[in-house]
């Protein structure tokens, strides 16, 4: 049984276009975030979503727009990509907010490639 | 200055070898750590989690932390090729935003 699932796997597109990224978990949790990892590891917040309420919102390009249609889901939507938007995109999800949450569990990443 | 800061290796070691992974923080009100291992193309992770200072042991793996010199540690003893990955650690001050380090990656040779 997938926990964290994400859509799609690997996504290469032209610089300008618009994409989105799907996540979905079944684990039942409140909170949900998506991750930026570049191509030297570095791992970085950029949303976190609590029961579908924006709770973090780190510096990121208006470009880049989440939505949280219910607390299972959380979507992310880029517009007009550049190249320096290429990198991995994870989506993780964790039980609770306000309680530490060091139990974040990731989904496997979406690969987006910018030409 | 990265808040968290991790070499990125690799560090290349021979199967049996004990494994030292470290991380140095800024932030002082950092209060939970944790390592998270990640597999090439998969997602991090959970490996341990530490609360303020202290020693934690898991099996193989213990993780410590140093709060006075803000410096935390996992070892790997008896490591395994399964073992090679990317080790990254993380931390927060309790609430919902973690930090992480720029993971180190670890290669165990048989």
């Known amino acids: 049984d997938t926990a964290v699932s994400q859509t799609p796997k690997y996504l290469v597109t032209q610089m300008g276009n618009d994409k989105s990224i799907k996540c979905e978990q079944n684990?039942?949790?409140?909170?949900m975030y998506w991750y930026k990892q570049d191509s030297k590891k570095f791992l970085k917040i950029m949303f976190s979503y609590n029961n579908k309420e924006l709770i973090i919102n780190e510096t990121v390009p208006n470009r880049f727009s989440p939505k949280s249609p219910d607390k299972a889901h959380l979507n992310l939507h880029i517009n007009s990509l550049e190249l320096g938007d290429s990198a991995v995109y994870f989506c993780a999800s964790s039980q609770d907010f306000g309680t530490p949450t060091y139990e974040q569990y990731f989904g496997p990443g979406t690969r987006l490639t910018v030409t | 200055q990265k808040e968290v800061e991790q070499d990125p290796g690799p560090l290349s070691v021979p199967e049996g070898a004990i494994v030292s992974l470290n991380c140095t923080y800024s932030?002082?009100?950092?209060?939970?750590f944790m390592w998270y291992r990640q597999y090439s193309r998969k997602g991090p992770e959970l490996l341990m989690y530490?609360?303020?200072?202290g020693n934690k042991e898991d099996g193989r793996f213990t993780a410590q932390v140093d709060k006075s010199s803000k410096y935390i540690s996992l070892f790997i003893r008896d490591s395994q090729p399964s073992d090679s990955a990317t080790y990254l650690c993380?931390?927060?001050?309790?609430?919902?935003?973690?930090?992480f380090g720029t993971g180190t990656r670890l290669l165990v040779s048989p």
């Open positions: 993380a931390m927060n001050t309790g609430f919902q935003k973690l930090v």
């Open positions: 932030n002082s009100a950092f209060q939970y």
């Open positions: 530490t609360y303020s200072s």
């Open positions: 684990l039942g949790h409140d909170t």
